[in-house]
Nanobody
């Protein structure tokens, strides 16, 4: 069973940057970052395929966030620049277990708080 552990969250000011990491134990395929605010549904942020050659972003983060992966370290990253208060959320990474499948394994989440 694959396990995912996120790290890198914290409290920053608007305009600052943070880099989240998601370390995986086990084989992963397409991986994604999601975020959730209390009382709201979890929303998609970004995804990256296994080779790293294909990435997708939510419109709300395009141009500010960059997803990448280092398969040698079995780790996916989310570089977040120009952070806004509305980016405040718990950020989760997740992985699909087969090509074209749904996200099956989730991390425990890391809190990102952006103050104005």
């Amino acid at each position: 069973q694959v396990q995912l552990v996120e790290s890198g969250g914290g409290l920053v000011q608007a305009g600052d940057s943070l880099r989240l990491s998601c370390a995986a134990a086990g084989r992963t395929f397409t991986m994604g970052w999601f975020r959730q605010v209390p009382g709201k549904e979890r929303e998609f942020v970004a995804s990256i395929n296994r080779s790293g050659g294909s990435t997708y972003y939510a419109d709300s983060v395009k141009g500010r966030f960059t997803i990448s992966r280092d398969n040698a370290r079995n780790t996916v990253y989310l570089q977040m620049n120009s952070l806004k208060p509305e980016d405040t959320a718990v950020y989760y990474c997740a992985t699909k277990m087969v090509v074209g499948g749904s996200y099956k394994v989730w991390g425990q989440g890391t809190q990102v708080t952006v103050s104005s």
